[in-house]
């Protein structure tokens, strides 16, 4: 097995404690890994750092093409940019990528979710190009190109081609939007009849989508959308299933990818042992088959799939009492 040099963003609130859970998973299982422990966030600040994105953390993921990160703070309604928005901006992590699955052991409304999220992650409202034009009023300015549309479309097809999906589906508004969302549907057709026709496809206006998500989510396999959409359909997702705490995210370009929980930084129970470490464990097998360590992935995906399945060893968050080391010490102990 090779060596990986991988950049840890430890992040803000309870992510050193899910990130050491998680280093100490992925070494357990048998990752042979150098570690670049460098900040971003709120702690950048404390640590001395102008900003919340250090130029040293960038380069490091730059030079060593992937990075994992616990959660970090983004204030509400002022302060600092999100440096998951800059992230993925500055290193060109075109393709969110959100799994969304039921898990036995974790009880909800549905039994048999399979939901994979492809959000364009660059453009759109949710890159926050905002200016206040006199005081009293403010634009937020919704950016759509050719090239984005096109390079995220194919992207999805080629996912679902190598994973074994059958369908894609497009939420969009372009009923209304018919510029932007008709553009990205535009792109995903021309992709989906000259590429990939062998694949499903279907178009959905989201508010219907989210509808039909609610009602009968296992209709859906793969679903396609824009960087607004994406961020509010993947949490409603991971609803069905179980929350935040037990889905993985990922930020893919060309260049680099960073893994992440999509949680928040949870300042409220930080370095109280009650964090739920599962979500950046799932992050980190993501990431495992992203470096060609399928193996080792497999391993850790079967162990915590049989920990939540026994119900023995579970987090507050999943209706037990165990803490953050207790779960961990039992994932690690179905490795096998």
């Not at 702690?43 to 992937?66: C, F, M, S, W």
């Not at 992440?260 to 739920?276: F, K, M, Q, T, Y």
């Not at 799932?282 to 391993?299: P, R």
């Amino acid at each position: 097995m090779a060596k990986h040099t991988i950049v840890l963003i430890p992040g803000d609130g309870i992510g050193p404690e899910v990130s050491a859970a998680t280093k100490r998973v992925l070494e357990a299982a048998g990752l042979q890994v150098e570690w670049v422990e460098l900040p971003a966030g709120a702690t950048a600040i404390e640590q001395g750092y102008d900003n919340v994105l250090p130029e040293r953390t960038l380069a490091a993921i730059k030079a060593h093409k992937v990075a994992i990160k616990g959660p970090v703070t983004t204030p509400v309604g002022k302060g600092f940019k999100s440096v998951n928005v800059q992230l993925r901006q500055k290193l060109n992590l075109y393709a969110a990528v959100r799994p969304v699955r039921s898990l036995e052991g974790i009880k909800t409304r549905f039994d048999d979710v399979d939901i994979v999220i492809v959000r364009e992650n660059t453009e759109g409202l949710y890159s926050g190009i905002e200016n206040e034009v006199v005081p009293g009023v403010v634009t937020s300015l919704k950016v759509a190109s050719e090239q984005a549309c096109t390079r995220i479309a194919r992207y999805a097809f080629r996912y679902a081609t190598k994973r074994h999906h059958k369908k894609i589906t497009v939420f969009h508004k372009a009923n209304i939007m018919k510029l932007s969302d008709g553009l990205f549907l535009n792109c995903a057709r021309r992709i989906w009849e000259d590429e990939y026709p062998n694949i499903e496809y279907e178009e959905l206006i989201i508010d219907a989508g989210c509808m039909k998500l609610v009602q009968n989510p296992e209709r859906f396999d793969v679903l396609l959308m824009e960087n607004l959409y994406g961020d509010l359909v993947s949490d409603l997702c991971a609803g069905l299933v179980g929350g935040l705490g037990v889905v993985p995210g990922s930020n893919i370009g060309d260049d680099a990818a960073v893994f992440e929980a999509v949680h928040g930084s949870a300042p409220d129970i930080a370095g109280r042992g009650l964090a739920n470490p599962l979500a950046l464990i799932m992050s980190g097998v993501m990431m495992l088959n992203h470096i060609h360590e399928e193996k080792v992935a497999d391993k850790i995906k079967k162990a915590y799939n049989s920990v939540i399945a026994e119900g023995k060893t579970l987090t507050r968050d999943l209706g037990g009492t165990a803490s953050t080391g207790e779960f961990t010490d039992a994932l690690i102990a179905k490795l096998s």
